[in-house]
């Protein structure tokens, strides 16, 4: 049932591009989805994908370019004129998916297909969406949707969600506004179904309605949609008047966009990369955590160098110099992952930070306590000295509280000078909390084992 | 116009709870949307929720118990009985949610309330939910549908959506069947408004539906949901009949749990927690991951333990242990992350697992120059030896090269095993890279001075 892309396919269809046997590829590629299409776009060179794509039926091309991957979109963009574009594919496309397009243009063509749209208010239409900011409810909204007034009765409605329905895709809710295009409430199919014709709509409108402005952050717009099970969102203006929709399916968009961010920071990479981008991006995107971590070891080795008479007297020292890195490491990235992961699903309730700062140090001392004891036990039973086992245990409690502590502080002082707290994860915190280690494992010993600087 | 829970909030409610000041509470609460009063919940004692749930009004407290938090949730079914379960929150509830709630009640519990469900329809539905497996299309599906027959025409297919929609809450897509109850297709909301009354619905329904099995993974749900921007996808049985939908929202929850899952294992935490659960559980969370850094820990220990021989005579061989390990760990997590983030959103596109390790090859030998030649001009001019310069930088272009195609490598194979290959990130990869990147510095050290074990 669900089309899966194999390169047998991939491998068929390349074939049927270089022998230029249409009939076989519309054959091959007609009957399924635009998002399908996309996908097997998104693998082929630009011209094979140039070549497929002049095959396709005019109205699936539209939809085809909004499912397309960003870098891909721009580039089959760049080898059409501003003719084909405005003609050929924003004619199709919700508002939302026009100014998605057009917002990827250099400044020039996107005026140039503008002035080409030859639906007036749709072009009015898409330079309003064009000039709300980025990350905000009003460059994520569209502008179709379908609105009564409130003074009209359920026939009178319907007559009018018939005409209004033509040109808007697929019917989510019904707005009730009053004489001023102020947002009222909604109605709902069912009510309307189920109702006289005769009765006014003002009487049977629901007036608990979520909303958000066009100003509204587009996580606030994730956050409630998920909280409050939302399909599609209205935004008003800053008078309240009804100017557009968010659907689901792009609140989805953000949220995996959301999740995907914070898992790269967590994991170093710095940049919106997939496995199959070229080897310059790649490197690219993580080159600035590893240069962080680059410079960590050389403060690291500055730390231990410090310490180079100790080092040379007991050798024995430096066998768990990775062991003390690394737990300070791994602690500090826990505690600051549940603290990012609670500021980015609002699942930090109202405690302050002290109380939160009080029970990570309960975890940590637990934490440290146990794993301590395992480690003195260890050190003793191998035949190591006593002076060892002592260092060992203790620092390693003394640095698993530091670091948890430093990772649950941090990433909630970004937060309220808002700063994206998911950069304190991953190699920052990693980083700082090598060199604490380091530093509290040393001085514990040198104080241990009698040595001075 | 958004609830947002403060602290001052939760206070004044709590106030009105000890003194028992029914008004008061009610008009503090009442207005509220379910999932605020849920959130409101989360944050109370068992006792003072039960006494503010108490006052609700009867029709909100099956959709609060929905939002509630999981453990929140059956400590509060806990001190109900089953009679009050089956009667004043089961019958409010869509089948999903419904399922859902009695699945966290103990055994006998459930039974016991399923067989006070008044409604044998409800209580049929629930029990066929029930028995699907958890993280199918079946487990998350509802019961509750619009359908029509392909046989009848818009008249009567608007009649019988009136008659069916009493019963569902919201109409999201009304579905096409046979006489047997086989999906051939949708009918749209739009279409039926715009159609003369008297044309056959088999002459005007949607055939191209995208719809999943009982037996689909939730995974593969939230993909379709995602790829298509479905908002409802019809649920079939084996025969293709039409059993079940799965409407966007609970989606949603799927696509935030995996995420969320995914973030966490990265992280070294390997229970879902959040930050205001208890020491016990968070240090539970934690602790296994931990265990492991201990245990790697401790063979690097071992490792260096090995060549003590040479650390004694140059102890500065000490001083870029920190540096090689984190290193290694940092580029492991990195290769990983990129995997298994591919993994997840399926754009690995078709490539083959060769054509990925030659690209991660070639990212970490670029990457491994430019750090390796960095760091080889800083120990040089920092007034170290030329054979630690040497050690330091051919052994991290080499640390990186392994890490990178080990991190790689890893969860690739996890996934041909159907093992998570999110296991493959976080402590696990950091942990072997640290050890493996000992080794490799230790052994190209000793070669470069020309020292044996």
Known sequence: MQFKLTREFLENLREGISSGDKDVLAEMVNELHAADIAEILDELDLEEAISLYRILPGEKVSDVLVHLEEDVRDRFLESLTAKQIAEKLIGNLESDDAADVLGGLPEEKMEEVISLIRDLEQAKDIVDLLNYEEGTAGALMAKELIKVNENWTVTQCVTEIRRQAEYVDQVYTTYVVDDNNKLLGRISVKALLLSPDTRKISEMYASDIKLVKTSTSEEDVANMTQ????????????????VGRITVDDVVDVMIEEAERDYQMASGISEDVESTDSIWMLTRARMPWLLIGLMGGVFGAQVIERFEPALAKY?????????????????????????VQGLANKSL????????????????????????????????????????????????????IVAALFGTFVPLVLNRYKIDPALATGPFITTINDILGLLIYFLIGLSIYGFSL
């Open 349 to 400: 309730g109202v405690e302050s930070m002290f109380t939160k700062l009080k029970r990570e140090f309960g975890v940590a001392l637990l934490n440290g306590l146990i794993l301590g004891l395992l480690i003195l036990g260890y050190v003793l039973i191998s035949n190591q000295s006593r002076e060892l086992a002592f260092t060992v245990s203790i620092s390693l409690v003394a640095v698993i």
């Open 227 to 242: 909280k409050y099970d939302l399909v599609v969102l209205p935004v008003v203006d800053e008078l309240g008047r009804l």
């Open 315 to 339: 050798a024995e020292l430096a066998f768990f110099i990775p062991l003390i890195a690394a737990m300070g490491g791994n602690v500090g990235v826990q505690s600051s992952a549940i603290i």
